[in-house]
């Protein structure tokens, strides 16, 4: 039985570890090659070489998001080692806990190039491949914090609120060449970036969301692999928000 994504080819930028890493794992299993970009070299060459191990096709190149000659390497490596190009995850990202007055503008800079101007860069490199290709699906990674506010962390919200509202524009404007593009929006989700909560922290974190836990990085996989697959091609410009309830409240 063929997987859901068999003879199709994804590029997933943060793929080195967390929730990248279990999008790029998920892809292969359903038939996907897969391009992992990410600027941790070891971590992604072993995700790569991990699914390769187990029967999948991957490639590991090294990707800044905030460059886009960097981008326009990884696109060209898909295509050049695989023949084309259909998906692009935007996974990469970094959260900062800063409000307003302590947010230097060092900070703030580097939130928004990689959060927010990585995502535009992204696809604006893979838009023309994927042109090529006769169509493709773009997913690129929100959050939660880009519906609400937090009352700190306001470079992540900033960029988080504008890669929600990019989706749309892109989505619109590239629809009727068969390029669909949409967000993700996790929750709390159990991975490097919040392994910092501990204790009480943890415990509050956890008491916000209805479904009473963590989410972890494969139910994230899960919503993005549908995106990424053919059974969402009438699914363009939405949120598929995935957050065990928080944002009910």
Excluded: C
């Amino acid at each position: 039985m063929a997987g859901r994504l068999e003879g199709k080819v994804a590029l997933v930028s943060g793929g080195a570890r967390g929730q990248g890493a279990a999008e790029a794992r998920t892809f292969a299993r359903e038939g996907a090659s897969v391009v992992i970009g990410d600027i941790l070299t070891a971590e992604g060459g072993q995700v790569a070489a991990d699914i390769a191990g187990n029967g999948g096709q991957a490639t590991f190149v090294e990707l800044d998001v905030t460059k886009e000659a960097d981008w326009e390497r990884a696109v060209r490596t898909a295509v050049d080692t695989y023949g084309k190009l259909n998906i692009l995850v935007n996974n990469a990202g970094i959260l900062r806990i800063e409000g307003v007055e302590d947010t230097s503008r060092e900070l703030w800079d580097t939130v928004i190039a990689i959060n927010q101007t990585g995502v535009w860069l992204g696809m604006k490199a893979a838009i023309p491949a994927m042109r090529e290709a006769g169509g493709g699906s773009i997913i690129n990674t929100s959050s939660t914090a880009g519906f609400v506010g937090f009352g700190e962390a306001i470079a992540y919200q900033a960029s988080k609120g504008a890669v929600r509202l990019m989706t749309k524009s892109a989505a619109t404007e590239y629809a009727k060449e068969g390029i669909r593009v949409n967000s993700v929006h996790p929750g709390v989700i159990g991975t490097e970036m919040v392994a910092g909560l501990q204790g009480e922290a943890r415990q509050e974190m956890i008491d916000r969301h209805p479904i009473a836990r963590i989410g972890t990085v494969d139910d994230i996989a899960a919503g993005v692999l549908y995106l990424a697959s053919d059974e969402s091609s009438w699914v363009t410009g939405t949120e598929l928000v995935i957050d065990g309830g928080y944002l009910a409240r």
